[in-house]
């Protein structure tokens, strides 16, 4: 089955605290991408990458790293997470870029404490 | 930067009636998808759009696109419970993806 899986679900943590939330996807995408969704603001890109090797910012990148070292993963990486990085976060990926239809994972709602 | 809005911000209606969405670009769309999300869970890809006029259904389901290519409507035939949740659309904006903040459709029985 086409899918992209997201871990943690669900993470309660504290300031400061380093966490990774893993993302993979198994239809060989090039194009994968994080995002955070807020009430009031949306669906907001993080991160995304273009293909292995290859990542640039989205809008709100401030606070957050990834990595691309196989085309399959692409983990979202908070060095010193913050409350206000307390968020519901989904990762996604489409075959042919930001012009087609993104997969998305079911989310990882992340709450720093 | 391209900007995404969507309209009404929320929506409460009565079971099978229909109902309109809206999504309009500050620039070209090269590329207009609707997403579905139930409360709290993962994004559900509706349909995509990419000619000016284009005009796609699914099920109860129509999306149209302007011949600008600049707005894009969503339209619910006679809406039925499931339909309930939130409705975003999206656009590629060269390397990047935009959202607008979604629709929240509600449905009374």
């Known amino acids: 089955e086409a899918q992209v899986t997201q871990n943690p679900r669900y993470l309660i943590t504290v300031t400061g605290k380093k966490l990774t939330v893993t993302c993979s996807q198994n239809m060989n995408h090039e194009y994968m991408s994080w995002y955070r969704q807020d009430p009031g603001l949306g669906l907001r890109q993080i991160y995304y990458?273009?293909?292995?090797?290859?990542?640039d910012k989205g809008d709100v990148p401030e606070g957050y790293k990834v990595s691309r070292k196989e085309k399959r993963n692409f983990p979202l990486i908070l060095e010193s997470p913050s409350p206000n990085q307390t968020s519901l976060y989904f990762c996604a990926s489409s075959f042919g870029g930001s012009y087609q239809p993104q997969h998305f994972g079911d989310g990882t709602r992340l709450s720093i404490l | 930067s391209q900007e995404l809005e969507q309209s009404p911000q929320s929506l409460i209606v009565q079971e099978g009636k229909n109902l309109t969405i809206n999504c309009t670009s500050s620039k070209t769309l090269y590329g207009l998808y609707w997403y579905k999300q139930k409360y709290g869970e993962g994004l559900i890809f509706l349909m995509m759009l990419q000619k000016g006029g284009e005009e796609k259904s699914h099920e109860k389901i129509t999306a149209k696109l302007d011949e600008k290519k600049q707005q894009s409507s969503l339209h619910i035939t006679a809406s039925q419970p499931s339909h309930a949740g939130i409705y975003l659309c999206?656009?590629?904006?060269?390397?990047?993806?935009?959202f607008g903040k979604g629709t929240r459709l509600h449905i009374l029985p």
């Open positions: 999206g656009a590629g904006s060269y390397d990047k993806i935009i």
């Open positions: 990458s273009m293909n292995v090797e290859v990542t």
